[in-house]
């Protein structure tokens, strides 16, 4: 089945502890993005990725990390979380560029920082 | 900068009635791509439907179509029919054919009375 995986999907962490959300897709897309959805503020993209080895911010990025070494994978990474990065987190991936084909969201990280 | 404004928080329709969720963007860019994605309760994203800049044509998807006006920078959704299933948040979203970017709005909670 073609899908995009999340693990996660819930998390409860304290302030500082380093944590890395997975994604995962299988149907060889070019395309990933990260976002976070906040009540009141819709969904807001953290990082995309190109391809492997190509990744680059969206519009809220401070405080994660991205890395796309492979293909099917581009865990999320927060360094040192703070209770601001409480919020419902997204994974998805395109065939191309994201305008040109249809985004498949995984099923959603739901993190609280404490 | 690109952005997207959904000015209707908060939607009902009675079952079988036809109801409209507005959304207006901004962009410089000439050729770009709309999006209406469906967030029922269980959190995942759907797409709905999905306009390209340069189509004079509204798409439609059954029961769901688009009034695209380019000039007027908006992009409304109209349900025909609504079903009970249609009660979820909406989520108007903008990519550009140039940039990797996608911008979403802040979404409409649309409710479906029995």
């Known amino acids: 089945e073609a899908q995009v995986t999340q693990n996660p999907r819930y998390l409860i962490t304290v302030t500082g502890k380093k944590l890395t959300v997975t994604c995962s897709q299988n149907m060889n897309h070019e395309y990933m993005s990260w976002y976070r959805q906040d009540p009141g503020l819709g969904l807001r993209q953290i990082y995309y990725s190109m391809n492997v080895e190509v990744t680059d911010k969206g519009d809220v990025p401070e405080g994660y ?50 | 900068a690109q952005t997207v404004t959904q000015s209707q928080p908060e939607m009902s329709v009675q079952e079988a009635e036809t109801v409209t969720l507005s959304c207006t963007y901004d962009t410089s860019e000439n050729n770009y791509y709309l999006f209406w994605y469906k967030q029922p309760p ?31 920078k908006s992009f409304s959704l109209k349900i025909s029919d609504s079903q009970l299933g249609d009660t979820a948040m909406y989520f108007c979203a903008f990519t550009t054919n140039t940039g990797n970017q996608f911008y979403f709005g802040t979404g409409t909670s649309l409710t479906v009375i029995p």
């Open chain 1, 65 to 114: 990390k991205v890395s796309r070494k492979e293909k099917r994978n581009f865990p999320l990474i927060l360094e040192s979380p703070s209770p601001n990065q409480t919020s419902l987190y997204f994974c998805a991936s395109s065939p191309n560029r994201g305008g040109f084909g249809e985004q498949f969201f995984g099923p959603g990280t739901r993190l609280t920082v404490l």
């Open chain 2, 42 to 72: 269980s959190r995942q994203m759907i797409l709905v439907i999905r306009q390209e800049a340069y189509k004079q044509q509204n798409a439609t998807e059954n029961r769901f179509s688009v009034n695209f006006q380019k000039a007027a």
